[in-house]
């Protein structure tokens, strides 16, 4: 009887030593796997970002280039748009 209840002692103990162990195993991949989320989130909204100021560029060009066609000044158009 002592013996097993030694035997089931120390399966106890090793039980204990190894739940931290698993869990700050199972944390860390967590965290990597967190982290290789929010990384690609982040790339993708960088991306957006980076078509959305381009587009932006493209629309100023037009802009510019019909103003010139139709002989009105960028700054006329500005100050009009500022009083409305």
């Known amino acids: 009887m002592s013996e097993k209840n030694t035997e089931k002692n120390t399966q ?8 931290p ?3 700050l195993q199972l944390v860390q991949v967590l965290m990597q796997n967190m982290q ?4 690609k989130v982040s790339n993708t909204l960088y991306d957006k970002i980076d078509q959305m100021g381009n587009k ?3 629309l100023e060009t037009m802009v510019g280039s019909i103003a010139e066609r139709t002989g ?3 700054d006329e158009l500005e100050k009009k748009t500022k009083e409305n």
Do not use: A, G, M, P
């Not at 106890?12 to 739940?19: G, L, V």
């Open 72 to 74: 009105i000044q960028l």
């Open 21 to 23: 162990e698993q869990v």
């Open 56 to 58: 932006v560029d493209e």
């Open 36 to 39: 290789s989320q929010l990384e």
């Open 12 to 19: 106890e103990q090793n039980t204990q030593e190894q739940k």
